[in-house]
């Protein structure tokens, strides 16, 4: 096992370090960590914290990990988003929530952010054997969204309603391991069946735009 905070973007790159300094195949990378914020917080590096985990973590592991899986294919990258997408709009003038914060808005725009960096990794990966998909787990009984005020509030509704956890992995597990899914990228599934994701989330141009600012934040562009 090998931990990072992703709140940290300098404990994403040791992880990444440390993973490359034990192993040199990678064939399945499921994103899947992620936050839910009533109150505007910030990253270690000054990021707000939803768009910060959510996204800009998940978008710098996988792209310091990309060599090692190209390598390894076939090999396939699984992106956890949500539902949540499909209500959101990616404010590119403000990704940070510093004019206006609502915490349903950015964990939806960081959702929408997961979808924009599939596609757009997925036809960055055209010919090379990797695949880059995304999924909705569902409304799931875990302990996601606890950490805010009213914790307990969210933890009732995710009791009465939520399926277990054991359900949510299934569409994941899915595409990590079926063979139905071999070659297939680029795609949004729901309950292992690929659906049209929302209309804005499949904006070539947008996703263009956010990945560029995603490797200036990141330090990735050169």
């Known amino acids: 096992m090998?931990?990072?905070?992703?709140?940290?973007l300098q404990d994403v790159r040791?992880?990444?370090?440390?993973?490359?300094?034990k192993y040199d195949q990678l064939h399945v990378l499921i994103n899947n960590a992620g936050l839910?914020?009533?109150?505007?917080?910030?990253t270690a590096e000054g990021f707000e914290m939803t768009f910060g985990v959510n996204h800009l973590a998940e978008f710098l592991l996988t792209n310091l990990l990309l060599d090692v899986v190209k390598s390894s294919a076939p090999a396939r990258i699984i992106n956890v988003s949500s539902a949540a997408h499909e209500?959101?709009?990616?404010?590119?003038?403000d990704l940070q929530g510093k004019k206006s914060f609502s915490g349903m808005r950015a964990y939806g725009q960081s959702k929408l952010a997961n979808l924009y960096f599939t596609y757009e990794l997925a036809r960055r990966l055209?010919?090379?054997?990797?695949?880059?998909?995304?999924?909705?787990?569902?409304?799931?009984?875990?302990?996601?969204g606890r950490n805010n005020p009213g914790g307990r509030v969210i933890g009732f509704i995710s009791a009465l309603?939520?399926?277990?956890?054991?359900?949510?992995?299934?569409?994941?597990?899915?595409?990590?391991?079926?063979?139905?899914?071999?070659?297939?990228?680029?795609q949004y599934f729901v309950k292992c069946k690929a659906v049209p994701s929302s209309k804005v989330s499949q904006d070539a141009e947008i996703a263009r735009q956010l990945w560029d600012t995603s490797e200036q934040l990141t330090?990735?562009?050169s």
């Open 2 to 8: 090998l931990l990072a905070d992703l709140a940290n």
């Open 36 to 42: 839910f914020m009533l109150r505007r917080a910030e």
């Open 219 to 221: 330090g990735l562009a």
């Open 87 to 93: 209500r959101a709009q990616l404010n590119l003038d």
């Open 14 to 21: 040791n992880l990444a370090a440390a993973f490359q300094q």
């Open 126 to 144: 055209e010919g090379t054997g990797v695949t880059a998909n995304a999924l909705h787990p569902g409304f799931v009984k875990t302990n996601f």
């Open 161 to 186: 309603f939520g399926i277990s956890a054991q359900k949510g992995a299934l569409t994941s597990i899915y595409l990590a391991t079926s063979p139905d899914v071999e070659g297939v990228s680029g």
